[in-house]
């Protein structure tokens, strides 16, 4: 079984600065996914970014980026220039396989407040 | 596309009666999911349909919890004899998925609240 592990309970930062949350995870398998949400107090959760395990570049978008470690299991989230609605929850989750579409595992998820 | 739609969004229900949760996916999408996420913790999968066919169901899915989705499109999801602990939000999800590799994205509803007072 796959696990996720979230170690920042709760992070602040303060507004346009900069953010790094961590996740690790444990797994056996060669061929997977990793994935940030985000879920905001509306409580609808939203992709952030979406790393494949077969890709050695770690994938962007817009100000969020990921620090994607394999051998280290690591897969650890950065968001540049910080805004007030990046406030929410974030969690990291593992998808087996090749093929998405296969359940996620969530990490117990880090609370992000960003300051103004 | 209006999204993945959850009714009702909240509901409060004595303990020992029944609930049922419906979840309406993005047209077209053939795999549904639901999970169960109680305060300050991550979601948790509980089962997911590929059209009609039930693929998987998780250990945390007792004999009280059953899920349909009788023509592949919408699904619901009943809570028999309801306990305090059943009280969480169940969060639907869907994608489309389709050839291996393509990497599609799983989308979530808002959640139905659940109180069991």
């Known amino acids: 079984a796959q696990t996720v592990t979230q170690s920042q309970p709760e992070m602040s930062v303060q507004e346009a600065e900069t953010v790094t949350l961590s996740c690790t995870y444990d797994?056996?398998?060669?061929?997977?996914?990793l994935f940030w949400y985000k879920q905001p107090p509306s409580r609808q959760m939203i992709l952030v970014i979406r790393?494949?395990?077969?890709?050695?570049q770690n994938a962007t978008e817009n100000r969020f980026s990921v620090n994607f470690q394999k051998a280290a299991k690591s897969f650890s989230l950065k968001i540049s220039d910080s805004q007030l609605g990046d406030t929410a929850m974030y969690f990291c989750?593992?998808?087996?396989?090749?093929?998405?579409?296969?359940?996620?595992?969530f990490g117990g998820g880090t609370r992000v407040l960003v300051k103004p | 596309d209006t999204g993945v739609s959850q009714d009702p969004r909240h509901k409060i229900t004595k303990r020992g009666q029944n609930v049922t949760f419906r979840c309406d996916p993005i047209?077209?999408?053939?795999?549904l999911y639901w999970y169960r996420q109680t305060l300050g913790q991550g979601p948790e999968f509980l089962t997911y349909?590929?059209?009609?066919?039930?693929?998987?169901k998780s250990r945390l899915l007792s004999d009280r919890f059953s899920a349909e989705r009788p023509k592949g499109s919408f699904s619901t999801l009943e809570i028999q004899r309801t306990e305090q602990g059943d009280s969480a939000m169940y969060l639907c999800?869907?994608?489309?998925?389709?050839?291996?590799?393509?990497?599609?994205?799983?989308?979530f509803g808002e959640g139905s609240w659940l109180t069991v007072v």
């Open positions: 999800a869907s994608s489309l998925m389709s050839q291996p590799g393509s990497g599609n994205t799983i989308y």
């Open positions: 797994t056996s398998e060669s061929n997977y996914y």
């Open positions: 790393q494949e395990a077969y890709k050695q």
């Open positions: 989750a593992f998808m087996k396989g090749q093929a998405a579409g296969n359940k996620l595992t």
């Open positions: 047209s077209e999408h053939n795999r």
């Open positions: 349909f590929q059209n009609e066919a039930q693929l998987e």
